[in-house]
């Protein structure tokens, strides 16, 4: 059975730093593209960015409200999916899903950036 | 970015009764492989999102069949054959062709 486990998830006040983690089970981890999607309490969803297999690369895309301030990275001899978040907005403030290729999703962590 | 928009916002259906939802899309979803990225989604109350449907009309296991989709290039509709009471959620098309991908605003189905 697939399984995704995101932590990390908490208060920060804006400025601030936060590292998530996605723990994956179930499937080949290291051959997946894997992905950060987001949603904002009582809003849309919305992609925050993917990283590629090694294989590929790990080459990473990020959607425009996390270029340059987050980072997605992962560890395969974990099956840990990692988002790395710096120089955070009240705009942050969502629950972070992670994501297979869309088909599989964990049960999100929610990130409030609050002073 | 692609915007994606859906209609209704708001879908109050009869138990039993059939319900719509269209998604329209900015630019043509059309990719260079020949395959149309279109994907829908459901989001119950306080749960992670879950897909249904992919590429247009994949029905993903262990959806009902009660649920298909169709459509081409920049329109395309979710159908609900006969409404259940478990259907009740947000409804999101969300597009995978261009990046980044990028979700419809959703679609609240309620029962009457």
């Known amino acids: 059975e697939v399984q995704l486990v995101e932590s990390g998830g908490g208060l920060v006040q804006p400025g601030g730093s936060l590292r998530l983690s996605c723990a994956a089970s179930?499937?080949?981890?290291?051959?997946?593209?894997m992905s950060w999607v987001r949603q904002a309490p009582g809003k849309e969803l919305e992609w925050v960015g993917r990283?590629?297999?090694?294989?590929?690369?790990?080459?990473?895309d990020y959607a425009a409200p996390a270029q340059g301030r987050f980072t997605i990275s992962r560890d395969d001899s974990k099956d840990t999916l990692y988002l790395h978040m710096n120089s955070l907005k009240s705009e942050d403030t969502a629950v972070y899903y992670c994501t297979t290729d869309s088909s599989y999703w964990g049960q999100g962590t929610l990130v409030t950036v609050s002073s | 970015d692609v915007v994606m928009t859906q209609s209704p916002l708001s879908l109050p259906v009869t138990l039993g009764q059939p319900a719509s939802i269209s998604c329209r899309s900015t630019?043509?979803?059309?990719?260079?492989?020949?395959?149309?990225?279109l994907n829908w989604f459901q989001q119950r109350p306080g749960q992670s999102p879950r897909r249904l449907i992919s590429k247009v009309s994949k029905r993903d296991s262990g959806v009902p069949d009660r649920f298909s989709g169709s459509g081409s290039g920049t329109e395309f509709t979710l159908t609900i054959s006969r409404v259940e009471a478990e259907d009740v959620g947000v409804y999101y098309c969300?597009?995978?062709?261009?990046?980044?991908?990028?979700f419809g605003g959703g679609t609240k189905v309620e029962i009457k």
């Open positions: 630019q043509s979803l059309l990719y260079s492989d020949g395959k149309t990225y």
């Open positions: 990283i590629k297999s090694k294989t590929e690369g790990e080459t990473t």
């Open positions: 969300m597009q995978g062709t261009h990046w980044p991908p990028t």
């Open positions: 179930g499937f080949s981890f290291s051959y997946a593209w």
